[in-house]
């Protein structure tokens, strides 16, 4: 017989539950769950232990209420596939299959899994019976067909479909059910509601479901944890009695005190709040992108044009957009939008032109970086292709190990394109899934790597763990992520380990002015996003006499 096994990141086997489990499991829960209600505490299943809920599982069960005492226990439901399965021992070792910059989570989960016993994972649905509240944490993807286009794409409905149809078999009919998830405008009201409506006539159950939405803001980082706990939500319900239960429901688990509440009358509210908010955020972004290409060529230095304009207080959230806008939510949120006038509530004309613009922009934006890198090599007599290239930088934001739609993918997928030798470093990653396993990351059919060709070979990109070793032998660097590590390296060090002088491109206006200098005094070529200034820098050491240089 057969064994099918669910591999951990840290290659970790675990074979996949056997049928004759599956009641022993649930008898496991029936009877934790009935010490748990003796105790005064309500049952909370949260659908999806991945990014978010595992987070939301972990700030539900620490919740104490009035006396100081626990006042959930919450059991995370993860399906029991090859992919994901993995999670549910693990997490049952109080151990986080996220892996996190929040010191925060770690402990957390570790004691209320060991210590509190108010934390537990199963992989079956019928935990769903058990449960007072249900929080859905399934992912709601947006499929792109193209790059730079994303009307041609279309949400990924099914899997958060599917879901609500088996929450909707096995709750008790007073159960509240949180959407979470970021979802299409109207999917509360016109996916969530229909389906569970049919289901429950089918059951013979009179009453409507108490559906709600809020949506999370969840940020990885340092702060993962607060981002849930301690920040503002947005809220609504299907009726009034979904509405009062969720704002109920909120208040025992997060900092209302500090971070009241926003209660909306309608979900899809809520559900639009929530792709404004980050659609907002893409557009604002990919609007400086124009401008960091003119500063380019006209010599200006966008990122002290973007400090001057902060100073004004009404400004202040100017930012530079960096090599491509990264994250699970920036890239794909208008999306949903967009499809959702048209395929949840018919709308044929076509209203939108900003968001998607913006989206199209950003996606694409990355894709400079490799011209300015065959552009600094050309300079120095050298061609791209096999070159040397070292990419600092993996994730998506400084500071944080998370890859997802990180603009570096792009530029290490671009690069290999035009036959350039990658490698690439990260502090806060030992692996990038998205290269090593790039058939079946994030799905099966849905690797970046099918809109370049001469793909193959990244499967065994690995990541340097030695930042002195990446560099040996390098022809270009590329600063990509505002990484600590990364912002206060010598030039002179950088030459000295790469063993020649090389093209060193900024991506995120992590070379000053003075580092800029040095690196062109050293022989090299440096170039920059929305740097335009390097130029006169290069033209000023260029023209300068031997002597007035420093040594090196």
Known sequence: MNIEYSVSPGGEKFPLPKPEEYKNEFDRLKEEAAKQRKLGREVVVVMGVGFVGVAMAAVIADAVNRKGRPGKYVIGMQRPSPRSYWK?????????????????????????????????????????????????????????????NVRNGHADMSPLEESLAVIAEHIAPDTLVLIET???????????????????????????????????????????VASIRDFWRVCSGINQQAKDKVVK?????????????????????????????????????????????????????LLKVINAIKARPTHSNIIFPGPGIGGYCLPKDGGLGVWAYRHIHGFEDDIFKITPLAININDTRSLHVAQLTRDALRNMSRPIAAADIVLL?????????????????????????MGAEMRAHDPYLSHWWEFENQENYPKKGQSLARFFRNQDKLSNLK????????????????????????????????????????????????????????????GCEVKGLGRGHIRRIKDEVRTQKPGKRRKT
């Open 88 to 148: 549910i021992p693990i997490l049952n070792k109080g151990i986080s299959p996220v892996v996190s910059e929040d010191r925060e989570l770690g402990p957390m989960i570790s004691r209320c899994v060991l210590d509190k016993k108010t934390l537990t994972a199963t992989f079956v649905y019928e935990a769903l019976s058990l449960a007072d509240v249900v929080v859905v944490d399934i992912q709601c993807d947006y499929h792109k067909e193209s790059l730079g």
């Open 182 to 224: 970021t979802v299409a405008p109207g999917t509360t009201e016109q996916i969530a509601y229909p389906i569970m409506k049919k289901v429950f006539q089918r059951r013979r159950i009179k009453k409507d479901p108490l559906l709600a939405h809020s949506f999370e803001r969840v940020m990885p980082g340092k702060n993962y």
């Open 249 to 301: 429901f909120l208040g025992e688990i997060i900092n209302i005190k500090d971070y009241p509440l926003t209660v909306l009358d309608k979900p899809i509210e809520s559900e639009t709040a929530k792709i404004i908010e980050n659609s907002f955020r893409a557009t604002t972004l990919a609007f400086l992108d124009e401008w960091s290409l003119f500063a380019e060529r006209n010599g200006v230095d």
């Open 393 to 417: 930088g993996a994730s998506y934001r400084e500071d944080v190990g998370d890859t997802r739609y990180s603009g570096s993918e792009l530029v290490v997928r671009r690069l290999t394109e």
């Open 463 to 522: 990541m340097e763990t030695s930042l002195e070793e990446a560099l040996k032998g390098a022809d270009a660097i590329i600063f990509a992520v505002r990484h600590k590590q990364y912002l206060n390296l010598d030039p002179d060090k950088v030459v000295k380990k790469a063993g020649n002088t090389l093209a060193v491109i900024d991506c995120f206006g992590i070379l000053d002015d003075k580092k800029i200098r040095r690196y062109f005094e050293l």
